[in-house]
């Protein structure tokens, strides 16, 4: 399937417009046509995933310059359609995440005193979570290391993606994300913030649902020193064999 002449004009104007430099007299031109942009996907774009990745990439460059924008409204607009093509898209989003998720887990740095709203950045990044596949996001948040705010963020997105309905357990024997997310664990368990060991914590409690046949070796193995924390005793394992579901 191919756009229309008229729906090729139309993308090509909203290019042109997100394009312009960001200033004081380009910013609301810039914010209509993410404007126009979003209304044109949900009217049609999300029926053509193939040709939209390729115009999403094709403007990413400029998304990002309008997310990392210290103009409020401009940057929550742009962040806004990150979260809006990816629920449209949800798996075919996958070839462009690694363009933003970047992007977003930078903003996650910023004091909140900026202009960044955290909320929309962190709706934004789980919505990512939720919408591709773990396989494209995992990576990123498993070897986050530069803040305590922002590993913080990276333990909360991998709680969603355990939690989240489309979250589909990886063979860990066979699948390298299945590696990432026990280290993730085993990481966050020993964390020098309070809020991001709690986060490893709760990781663990949903681990041991998806994974019951794991748990004897996985705790044997990897948290012998933290067994205290979790009320682990190296005689019973019996209350780790949960039954498989979700929290």
Known sequence: MTYSSSALAKLENIRTKISLPISQGTCDTIKQAIAEFTEYFNMDGNNRPDEMVV????ISNQLNCAMYSERNNLSSSAIDLITTLSAGLGP???????????????????SKNASIKENEVKRCLFALVCNTPVKSFLPYIAHLDTSASLRLVAAEAILVCL????FEPPNLDTDTRGDLLEDVIKLTTRDGCTNIRRAGKEMFGVYKIVFPERIERFVLNIFTHEAKSYTYRSDSLKDYRLQPGRI
């Open 55 to 58: 115009y999403i990439r094709s």
């Open 92 to 110: 075919s989003f996958e070839p462009v995440i690694s363009l933003f998720v970047p992007t977003l887990f930078w903003l996650c740095t910023r």
């Open 163 to 166: 939690n989240c309905e489309s």
